[in-house]
């Protein structure tokens, strides 16, 4: 089983990029999820929360994203996107999504591979 994360790449600041973190077999579903960046030398950081389907979903966010960005579970569970609006430099790092993937299984707590994103004029 992989999280597969998805759609970094180099953006002009104030624009917009989409991440996207999927299970890697359709008969997984993703439940309490996370996304993190980490820029080189320095320590990964968490960017947004979604709670459990069981907790209401609830979602929160790092304070240095919150109004920017929006973490959300759609495709039944399939995948959960971060959408990351008015990007700026200081948001240029490696993301990860984490998220806890069950099916034919209990949960089990997985990490994507990271996706890069570079905001640069």
């Known amino acids: 089983v992989q999280l597969q994360a998805s759609g970094g790449g180099l953006v002009q600041p104030g624009g917009s990029l989409r991440l996207s973190c999927a299970a890697s077999r359709s008969d997984l579903k993703i439940n309490a999820a996370n996304w993190y960046r980490q820029v080189p030398g320095q320590q990964r950081e968490l960017v947004a929360s979604?709670?459990?389907?069981?907790?209401?979903?609830?979602?929160d966010y790092a304070d240095f994203v919150k109004g920017r960005f929006t973490i959300s579970r759609a495709n039944a569970q399939k995948t959960v996107h971060l959408q990351m609006n008015n990007l700026t430099p200081e948001d240029t790092a490696v993301y990860y999504c984490n998220a806890e993937v069950y099916g034919p299984f209990p949960e089990v707590d997985y990490w994507g591979q990271g996706t890069l994103v570079t905001v640069s004029s």
């Open positions: 979604i709670g459990s389907v069981q907790s209401g979903s609830t979602t």
